[in-house]
């Protein structure tokens, strides 16, 4: 359990990054759009 810990971290916090990464993505297209 103590070594799977931070690997489930670091899973988590690539999983947000790559969805922010996605999020920024959408919005910046969705306000060219808009623009």
Do not use: C, E, H, Y
């Not at 996605?22 to 919005?27: D, E, K, P």
């Amino acid at each position: 359990m103590v070594r799977n810990g931070p690997n489930v971290l670091l899973q988590v916090i690539r999983s947000q990054k790559i969805a922010s990464s996605w999020a920024i993505l959408v919005l910046t297209r969705t306000i060219s759009i808009d623009f």
